[in-house]
T-cell receptor, first 113, second 113 residues
Framework: GDSVTQMEGPVTLSEEAFLTINCTYT??????LFWYVQYPGEGLQLLLK?????DKGSNKGFEATYRKETTSFHLEKGSVQVSDSAVYFC????????????FGQGTELSVKP | EPEVTQTPSHQVTQMGQEVILRCVPI?????FYWYRQILGQKVEFLVS????????KSEIFDDQFSVERPDGSNFTLKIRSTKLEDSAMYFC???????????FGPGTRLTVL
């Protein structure tokens, strides 16, 4: 079945460092891809999305490009801040999945001043 | 900005008791979902609901679980006889439908003693 695999955490970076969190997926259809963020003690917030191959989603300095050839949707940010400390979830949905989201295991990011 | 709300934020119950978790989805959304996240694990799909009936349910969603939309605004998840392993964060989500983005509530932390 469809699945999402993320790089293991926790990831610890210094402020202003470059961030990459890897995400790869397996899907039989044509999924839409999402990154959700969960700040400490809070729920899930949509960070960005891409609905077709080669689309780039972006928000708050974060970017991810939908790569069909490598089945990847890696999250990047050029310069992280302490306030970016959170758990990041890659997810997919498709018509094959009836709209339900399938999540990766989450990657915890900790940014130190 | 419209948002999904959930009550209570934290529910403590004894094993074998019934609990009802409540959600108010975004008002013009048509699709409703429940997910759960056991501490430290990935977010898992439980059930989707559309047009006053269950669209899909996971294998986790056994006979102890039920969902209801008792009026035009609330969407509830009932666990009939809670088990220790039901302890988790439960998230409600809603969307306009299809593979559109889902908006999540802040979650209810359920603790079963």
């Amino acid at each position: 079945g469809d699945s999402v695999t993320q790089m293991e955490g926790p990831v610890t970076l210094s402020e202003e460092a470059f961030l990459t969190i890897n995400c790869t997926y397996t899907a039989t259809g044509y999924p839409s891809l999402f990154w959700y963020v969960q700040y400490p003690g809070e729920g899930l917030q949509l960070l960005l999305k891409a609905t077709k191959a080669d689309d780039k989603g972006s928000n708050k300095g974060f970017e991810a490009t939908y790569r069909k050839e490598t089945t990847s949707f890696h999250l990047e940010k050029g310069s992280v801040q302490v306030s970016d400390s959170a758990v990041y979830f890659c997810a997919l949905t498709s018509y094959n999945q009836g709209g339900k989201l399938i999540f990766g295991q989450g990657t915890e990011l900790s940014v130190k001043p | 900005e419209p948002e999904v709300t959930q009550t209570p934020s934290h529910q403590v119950t004894q094993m074998g008791q019934e609990v009802i978790l409540r959600c108010v989805p975004i008002s013009n959304h048509l699709y409703f979902y429940w997910y759960r996240q056991i501490l430290g694990q990935k977010v898992e799909f439980l059930v989707s609901f559309y047009n006053n009936e269950i669209s899909e349910k996971s294998e986790i969603f056994d006979d102890q679980f039920s969902v209801e939309r008792p009026d035009g605004s609330n969407f509830t998840l009932k666990i009939r006889s809670t088990k220790l392993e039901d302890s988790a964060m439960y998230f409600c989500a809603s969307s306009e439908g299809g593979i559109n983005e889902q908006f999540f509530g802040p979650g209810t932390r359920l603790t079963v003693l």
